[in-house]
């Protein structure tokens, strides 16, 4: 019966487009595997460092504000994400696809950011890469001011407004990546899907971006296909 179970298993993961391998990009107990990036701490090495483990979970203070990045680059991926604001509701995001640091407003590295801000979880933000959807203007405002550096219009909102769940409670966002493709969920909901990408592989990222939020699961698991549906 237990092998018929694997069996079982093993078919309905192929069958998804996935590998039944993941990884676990947060243990649990440590940052390793990760390095920040905080520009405050050039000159100033010994401010308190904004990411940290703290009962089992991956912490970002919020301040001073930066990034926290895998040593790896991925492709081909779906990463779920478990998150929460552990007191005043703010902004976050992680960051896919990231490559050259310090890109964007000598803080963000190049790169697709999925937002967690509060209330506008799911959006797209274009950090110096770019990426399609449906209903571009409508989303992301008039063409002539697209863009994907400082002063051009770089966010495409999400396709829903009540996907996050109240305050305090855990959020699990979902983003699948395929070759130029990015689909995300938000709490079962999907509310974003972009193509034509203008990377496909990189470096995954997380945000210290004035608000604390913790994080309790960081997971990627290799996919030859996206999901349909959720």
């Known amino acids: 019966m237990k092998y018929l179970l694997v069996s079982l298993l093993a078919l309905i993961l192929f069958a998804c487009g996935q590998t039944a391998e993941f990884i676990d990009l947060f243990d649990g107990s440590?940052?390793?595997?990760?390095?920040?990036?905080?520009?405050?701490?050039?000159?100033?090495?010994?401010?308190?460092?904004p990411f940290l483990?703290?009962?089992?979970?991956?912490?970002?203070?919020?301040?001073?504000?930066?990034?926290?990045?895998?040593?790896?680059?991925?492709?081909?991926?779906?990463?779920?994400?478990?998150?929460?604001?552990?007191?005043?509701?703010?902004?976050?995001?992680?960051?896919?696809?990231?490559?050259?640091p310090r890109s964007l407003y000598e803080m963000f590295p190049k790169s697709l950011e999925v937002q967690m801000m509060h209330q506008n979880a799911g959006d797209f933000w274009c950090i110096v890469e770019d990426i399609k959807v449906p209903k571009m203007e409508e989303r992301r405002g008039p063409k002539a001011e697209w863009g994907i550096v400082e002063g051009k219009k770089r966010r495409i909102l999400n396709l829903t407004d009540d996907s996050e769940k109240p305050l305090g409670e855990w959020n699990d966002i979902i983003v699948e990546c395929l070759e130029d493709k990015i689909k995300v969920w938000v709490n079962g909901d999907l509310v974003n899907e972009g193509y034509d990408c203008t990377t496909s592989r990189g470096q995954i990222a997380v945000q210290a971006e004035g608000s604390e939020v913790e994080f309790e699961k960081i997971v990627l698991t290799p996919i030859t296909a996206l999901t349909e549906d959720h």
């Open 53 to 100: 483990v703290r009962d089992g979970k991956l912490v970002s203070l919020g301040n001073p504000q930066g990034h926290l990045i895998t040593d790896a680059s991925y492709e081909n991926y779906r990463l779920e994400v478990r998150y929460r604001f552990a007191g005043e509701p703010g902004n976050c995001g992680v960051l896919v696809h990231a490559s050259t």
């Open 30 to 49: 440590s940052l390793t595997g990760w390095h920040m990036d905080v520009p405050a701490m050039d000159a100033a090495p010994d401010t308190t460092k």
